[in-house]
């Protein structure tokens, strides 16, 4: 018989071989973990906020990012653990109170958002 291996390289670049079975164990506990998702399809990208438990007990909230490139999906995440939470969404609500203020103060555009978004 067979074995199917799959390898991954670590953050340290050293190649990690999984068999099929470990990778399959893997997926199980990932999904375990998640509590809540939620996702959002715009254009060419999606973006995926997931609420996860780590292995230790704690929360922390994964926010990533998927986008179609003509070399297939590049994915980038951004990982907010539990004690952080509370400064990052005060932060964020700062922003977005600024993002708005400026927002209102533009003149309205003419050119179709599609259109710039295939740029990115």
Do not use: W
């Not at 390289?9 to 990932?30: A, P, R």
């Not at 926010?63 to 952080?84: A, P, R, Y």
Request: include cysteine.
């Amino acid at each position: 018989m067979d074995v199917i291996c799959f390898s991954k390289i670590k953050n340290d670049g050293i190649v990690q071989s999984l068999h099929l079975q470990e990778l399959l164990q893997f997926n199980d506990t990932m999904i375990q973990n998640l509590i809540h998702s939620e996702k959002l399809h715009k254009g060419n990208r999606m973006y995926f906020l997931d609420l996860q438990r780590a292995t230790n007990g704690s929360l922390y909230l994964k926010i990533k990012e998927s986008s179609k490139t003509s070399q297939g999906h590049n994915v980038n995440s951004l990982i907010i653990f539990e004690d952080d939470i509370d400064d990052f969404t005060e932060l964020i609500q700062k922003v977005i109170v600024k993002f708005n203020d400026i927002r209102a103060q533009k003149p309205a555009r003419n050119k179709s958002l599609k259109g710039l978004r295939k740029g990115y």
